[in-house]
Nanobody
Framework: QVQLVESGGGLVQPGGSLRLSCAAS????????MGWFRQAPGKQRELVAT???????NYADSVKGRFTISRDHAKNTLYLQMNSLNPEDTAVYLC??????????WGQGTQVTVSS
C-alpha cells in the first residue's frame, strides 16, 4: 500500500541534466527492488534502471553511463539522475516497486522532454 509520486520532470535541452524524484508514503528500506521506467508516445513502456535492497543496480544499455539510480532511505525517496540527455530520452518517466516478480500499480509519472 505504499504510494509513489514522481516529480522533477520538465523541458531540457540536449546535453542537459535532470534529477527525478519518487517520493514514497512509507519506508522503502525493506523493499527488495525499485525501478524507473519510461514510455514515449506510441511506444511500449521500458525499464530504465532498478535498484535492490543492497544497493545493487541495473541499467538499460541505452542509459548506462548517463543515468544513475539511487535511493535515500531516510527520506523514503528514489532518485534518477539523468545526464547528457538526448531527444530519445523524451518520455513519461514512472517509478515502481516490487518485492517479488510483480511490479505494483502504475502512477501518472512525470514528463521529460529533451528538445532544442
Amino acid at each position: 500500500q505504499v504510494q509513489l509520486v514522481e516529480s522533477g520532470g520538465g523541458l531540457v535541452q540536449p546535453g542537459g541534466s535532470l534529477r527525478l524524484s519518487c517520493a514514497a508514503s512509507g519506508s522503502i528500506s525493506s523493499i527488495y527492488r525499485m525501478g524507473w521506467f519510461r514510455q514515449a508516445p506510441g511506444k511500449q513502456r521500458e525499464l530504465v534502471a532498478t535498484i535492490a535492497s543492497g544497493g545493487f543496480t541495473n541499467y538499460a544499455d541505452s542509459v548506462k553511463g548517463r543515468f544513475t539510480i539511487s535511493r535515500d532511505h531516510a527520506k523514503n525517496t528514489l532518485y534518477l539522475q539523468m545526464n547528457s540527455l538526448n531527444p530519445e530520452d523524451t518520455a513519461v518517466y514512472l517509478c515502481n516497486l516490487a518485492k517479488g516478480a510483480t511490479w505494483g500499480p502504475w502512477g501518472q509519472g512525470t514528463q521529460v522532454t529533451v528538445s532544442s
